[in-house]
C-alpha cells in the first residue's frame, strides 16, 4: 500500500523567507502527483499538478518538482507572504488516490 | 457551476440514522470522487467515479457506506445506521478526463457529526 509523508509536520517562518515542503512516497507507480493548500474549515485548492512524466511545474511563487525514482517532491515558496499560511497537502495518484497528512505552514508577519 | 458545491455543508444525526450527502461536480468532468478526513489529517479516498460507474470503491469502509452517481454528473454518498465514528468532514473532488491525467478540484465538504 502506498504511503505518503509529510515533513514537516507544522512549520513558522518570518515573512519574506523561501522555504521547502517535502512530500515522499513508498510507490513510485503513480500517474502523477498534485499539491493542494487547505485554509481552516475550507476545502482544498489546487496548486499544482505534476505528471509523472515531469520533473518540476510552476506557477508564481510556487515551484514543484518531482523525483519519482527517489519517491519524492518538494513543494518551494519564494518570499513568503502572512496569506501564505495554511496546511499544504500532497496526493498521489497511482492506482489509488493517497494524500499526507499535511504541513501546516505559519508565515509571521 | 464554476466550481464543485456540496450540499449540506453541515450535517447533525443521531447515532443509527441514515444521511445522504449531494455532490454537484464541475460540469463537464468525467470523474468524481469521494474522501473523507478526519482532524488533523489528510483526505481518505472512499471512491471513485467514471461517468455513471464506480471505477473504484475499494475505499468505502464497510457495507452501510454507498454512493451513485446515475447520470454521470451529481453524486450522492449514502451513509445507513451511522455510527460516531463516521464524523468527519466528506470532501467531493471532479476532473476531466482520466484519473491519472488531470487535476482533482475539491468541493468545501460536507461536516458530518453523529451524536
Known amino acids: 500500500k502506498q504511503e505518503v509523508t509529510q515533513i514537516p509536520a507544522a512549520l513558522s517562518v518570518p515573512e519574506g523567507e523561501n522555504l521547502v515542503l517535502n512530500c515522499s512516497f513508498t510507490d513510485s507507480a503513480i500517474y502523477n502527483l498534485q499539491w493542494f493548500r487547505q485554509d481552516p474549515g475550507k476545502g482544498l485548492t489546487s496548486l499544482l499538478l505534476i505528471q509523472s512524466s515531469q520533473r518540476e511545474q510552476t506557477s508564481g511563487r510556487l515551484n514543484a518538482s518531482l523525483d519519482k525514482s527517489s519517491g519524492r517532491s518538494t513543494l518551494y515558496i519564494a518570499a513568503s507572504q502572512p496569506g501564505d499560511s495554511a496546511t499544504y497537502l500532497c496526493?498521489?495518484?497511482?492506482?489509488?488516490?493517497?494524500f499526507g497528512t499535511g504541513t501546516s505552514l505559519t508565515v509571521i508577519p | 457551476g464554476a466550481g464543485v458545491s456540496q450540499t449540506p455543508s453541515n450535517k447533525v444525526t443521531e447515532k443509527g440514522k441514515y444521511v445522504e450527502l449531494r455532490c454537484d461536480p464541475i460540469s463537464g468532468h468525467t470523474a468524481l470522487y469521494w474522501y473523507r478526513q478526519s482532524l488533523g489529517q489528510g483526505p481518505e479516498f472512499l471512491i471513485y467515479f467514471q461517468g455513471t460507474g464506480a471505477a473504484d470503491d475499494s475505499g468505502l469502509p464497510n457495507d452501510r457506506f454507498f454512493a451513485v452517481r446515475p447520470e454521470g454528473s451529481v453524486s450522492t454518498l449514502k451513509i445507513q445506521r451511522t455510527e460516531r465514528g463516521d464524523s468527519a468532514v466528506y470532501l467531493c473532488a471532479s476532473s476531466r478526463g482520466q484519473a491519472g491525467d488531470n487535476e482533482q478540484f475539491f468541493g468545501p465538504g460536507t461536516r458530518l457529526t453523529v451524536l
Open positions: 496526493a498521489v495518484t497511482g492506482n489509488q488516490f493517497y
